[in-house]
């Protein structure tokens, strides 16, 4: 059985969508990874990992949107307001979504659908240096 | 160490919830599978995958009632409208659910509580095939 | 390989986020595990598994505040109300939120962020004693 342990970084500039499914692939292919789990985790609270549609640009749009209005920047709403207006609201949207996402390899490929790709949602406005932990276990 | 992969196909014929557990405790029950994990991904990104109760039918009526009302069918909301009224809807429903579920085999059966039962989440309107990967790794 | 599992119970008196990452710290450092998958799932419908900020106590009022207006306790919005006014709730705010956490470990640790936690999301308002089954996977 092997394993490897990999960090990816993916810096943001805005909220919004960041695709890293590339990123992920190439991880897959350079260590040769055959059959196995591959777990991805967000080392962050305001900030998160989703599968989606990675044909149509305005479905990232739209996704982002959503969430926007459904948890909004409104101090008046929240507690937890020291850190700026978009934290707390970044701190929902990320427990409506995923810390984690759990991958299956067969054949050196990640199993995705034909229009799934991987991506980190950013929650915060400001720019930031989020990191991902790959984890790979299998042959 | 053994792995094994498996596709599930659900048939769904409108949005709402399909019961798949028995798909996946036959796999379990058929390949020997004593214990390991079983990752389980669903290859499209406008349904999703969930664990709920399987006692009431009720309880299904209303999440899938809950989810229409929070995520309206409403052209006007999304730039992504091309495909349908239900088909951006469905990639937010996606996105506020899950793409994945990783369970744990043990003694050759699927931890699950008493009144848990996995569910696919169909978030179209038109049938639709559905594919599910699963994928064992342990013994 | 390597496989251990081991349940953890974690009694709640009312709705609310409910720390757990020491519980499973201590079971990684008593089990010498090194390196491998810790699959976390909660064995019930009506209360959930996340990560969150573990720093601010507000950031965890906030957000079973926001949980709590997304998803109001009232019959009127149910068909399923049997078991009280808060029990269709807490249906849809795990489906909202997690059954299972599926986290790496390394070296003899948690793979986590600085700020991260392991949180019980109780959506039921009485006492409940929960069931959270670890499994470990790897050496």
Chains 1, 2, 3 share one sequence.
């Not at 943001?12 to 897959?28: I, P, R």
């Not at 789990?37 to 990992?49: D, E, G, K, Q, V």
């Not at 990675?54 to 739209?62: E, F, K, M, S």
Request: proline share 2%; charged share 20%.
């Amino acid at each position: 059985m092997k394993q490897i342990f990999y960090d990816i970084i993916v810096k943001t500039k805005e909220s919004g969508l960041y695709d890293f499914t590339d990123q992920v692939q190439d991880f897959v292919k350079k260590n040769k990874l055959i059959n196995g789990i591959l777990n991805i985790n967000i080392l962050h609270t305001s900030a998160s990992l989703i599968i989606q549609e990675n044909a149509d640009p305005d479905v990232l749009y739209d996704l982002n949107n959503f969430f926007n209005k459904l948890v909004p920047m409104n101090n008046k709403l929240y507690k937890h307001t020291t850190e700026g207006k978009d934290d707390m609201p970044a701190h929902v949207k990320s427990a409506l979504t995923n810390s984690h996402l759990t991958l299956s390899v067969k054949d050196n490929e990640v199993i995705l659908g034909t229009w799934q790709g991987l991506y980190l949602f950013e929650h915060r406005l400001a720019n930031q240096n989020r990191r991902i932990s790959c984890h790979f276990i299998g042959q």
